[in-house]
């Protein structure tokens, strides 16, 4: 089983819908972070959270908004979403000890149509 | 945060040694210099992190001169396997600052 699980792997979605994405860690960080992918670009940063009662905005925040339910848990939500946030969506953990070594999950394909 | 320039793409034929060049002329005291390996529709992974001279693992080796200005990721006999996209990424330890991810180094190796 993967250390960093994200929820769905893929979904298509209809612009203007709201669509949460789930991610679930059993590495014992306590930093998660949400990363977007552009085809053929690198990642670009939305929000990260140093803890549950800590929340960030990176790069990219806008059209997005984030919730940390508990250490083990960091949900991207699109609340409209709109075709140019067809991507592939990452999860990421680290913590203090493991510094700027961040283990990611699979990703998350999101179509919007 | 600290800036890094690297080559878009790089071709290489299998069983040659590979190095990849990054420019970070801004990088900070307490900057470590980190790169990160992505293969197709997966996340990327941590490959090797250094601070200073070289740096060596099981999977590459990282070269940083004496002004930290620049870092070469070195991976010695590249196979069809090692096509990839190479991330060089600066930030402080323990990460206080979240890693920025550029558009990598796309590596393509021929047979």
């Known amino acids: 089983d993967a250390d960093v699980t994200q929820t769905p792997r893929n979904r298509i979605t209809k612009t203007g819908k709201r669509i949460m994405l789930e991610c679930s860690q059993t590495?014992?960080?306590?930093?998660m972070y949400w990363y977007r992918q552009d085809p053929g670009l690198g990642l670009r940063l939305i929000y990260y959270s140093f803890d549950v009662k800590d929340i960030n905005k990176g790069e990219i925040s806008d059209g997005y908004s984030v919730s940390r339910q508990a250490q083990a848990k960091f949900s991207l939500s699109l609340e409209s979403a709109i075709p140019n946030q067809t991507a592939l969506y990452f999860c990421?953990?680290?913590?203090?000890?493991?510094?700027?070594?961040?283990?990611f999950g699979e990703g998350s394909w999101l179509t919007v149509v | 945060l600290a800036k890094t320039t690297q080559p878009i793409s790089m071709d290489s034929y299998e069983g040659q040694e590979v190095n990849i060049t990054c420019s970070h002329n801004n990088i900070a005291t307490n900057d470590y210099i980190t790169w990160y390996q992505q293969f197709p529709s997966q996340g990327p992974r941590f490959i090797i992190q250094g601070y200073k001279t070289k740096v060596t693992n099981e999977v590459a080796s990282l070269f940083i001169p004496a002004d930290r200005k620049s870092s070469t990721l070195s991976l010695p006999r590249v196979s069809l396997s090692d096509t990839a996209v190479y991330y060089c990424l600066v930030g402080d330890e323990p990460g206080n600052t979240p890693l920025v991810f550029g558009k990598g180094t796309r590596l393509s190796v021929i047979a």
């Open positions: 590495k014992g960080h306590d930093r």
């Open positions: 990421a953990t680290s913590d203090l000890r493991t510094g700027n070594t961040i283990y």
